[in-house]
């Protein structure tokens, strides 16, 4: 019978007589000392060790702060009971992201790219339900100023660009909170701060990309108050779309629900909305100067 291959060791756990674990010995280290050096002489004895029933996501946060090649687990009593290997722990987490980003865009962590037709359908078809309602919604807003937009049908032109702008910008926001999220990097102590962050981000990129929209609007058009209009509704978007980016997730972890399950969907819902009633609603008050 073949022998099961084992990885390589890079680490000695030392232990005592009752198998506490005493400290950590660098193979490399042992190589090197002299041969008169005793192992309590060359061991670090300040030891990160987890509990064996610790959470995986704590786990990959601190793999990911220290760089460690394994982690040892103790018992109640300090007794070392076995070792993680991270390698193991990245491709959990390789498999976990993976089932974040479908779940993100309303997919199912249980689909293949194989997998039968009738399961995808079933899968993906609920969401895209929803996300057709939240649609309706959006398309909802510019049939308030259909007859304006008739009157003035540039708008029409910077509709998409503005929304477009904006779920881009929010999905941005929502890619870093949810991997805040996932390597324990965002608590309740510091959500807030988090979220001052995202505005003032959001604010600045709102502002650069209002200004070059807005001139190439006064450019085409030769109308200095649509560029106005169009450089207004392009922050205020960008602005919402930064704050849900980082509120979404975050509401939805404060609710018990996966802040990756369909995130995405509901920060479109928000960037159209907003976009859409901000621009058209700021070109209807200043029609006098668009018309």
């Known amino acids: 019978m073949a022998k099961k291959q084992l990885p390589a060791a890079s680490y000695c756990y030392v232990v005592d007589g009752a198998s506490a674990l005493q400290g950590v010995l660098n193979m490399r280290d042992l190589l090197l000392a002299s041969p008169e050096a005793r192992v309590e002489e060359i061991m670090i004895r300040d030891v990160l060790k987890v509990p064996p029933f610790t959470d995986r996501e704590e786990l990959v946060a601190m793999v990911a702060r220290k760089h460690y090649l394994a982690v040892p687990v103790t018992d109640e009593n300090g007794r070392l009971i076995g070792v993680v290997n991270t390698k193991n722990i990245i491709a959990s987490t390789e498999a976990e992201a993976t089932e974040d980003l479908q779940l993100l865009f309303g997919g199912s962590a249980e689909e293949r790219a194989?997998?039968?037709?009738?399961?995808?359908?079933?899968?993906?078809?609920?969401w895209?339900?929803?996300?057709?309602?939240?649609?309706?919604?959006?398309g909802s807003v510019v049939a308030l100023f259909e007859d304006f937009i008739a009157k003035v049908a540039v708008l029409a032109v910077f509709l998409p660009i503005i929304a477009g702008q904006g779920g881009n910008a929010g999905t941005q926001t929502l890619a870093v909170v949810i991997r805040g999220m996932l390597m324990r990097e965002i608590a309740p102590h510091n959500a807030w701060q988090l979220v001052k962050t995202e505005f003032w981000v959001a604010l600045v990129n709102g502002a650069?990309?209002?200004?070059?929209?807005?001139?190439?609007?006064?450019?085409?058009?030769?109308?200095?108050?649509?560029?106005?209009?169009?450089?207004?509704?392009?922050v205020v978007n960008m602005v919402a779309a930064g704050l849900s980016g980082a509120l979404i997730p975050l509401a939805m972890k404060r609710l018990g629900f996966d802040p990756a399950h369909?995130?995405?969907?509901?920060?479109?819902?928000?960037?159209?909305?907003?976009g859409f009633f901000a621009f058209l609603s700021t070109a209807w008050l200043l029609q006098s100067k668009l018309i």
Do not use: C
């Open 262 to 274: 369909s995130s995405g969907i509901f920060l479109t819902t928000v960037t159209d909305v907003v």
């Open 128 to 138: 895209l339900t929803i996300n057709l309602a939240t649609a309706f919604l959006a």
């Open 114 to 126: 194989f997998s039968p037709a009738w399961f995808k359908i079933t899968r993906r078809l609920p």
């Open 208 to 234: 650069a990309t209002g200004l070059i929209t807005a001139a190439a609007a006064v450019l085409w058009k030769g109308n200095p108050w649509l560029g106005f209009v169009v450089g207004v509704a392009m």
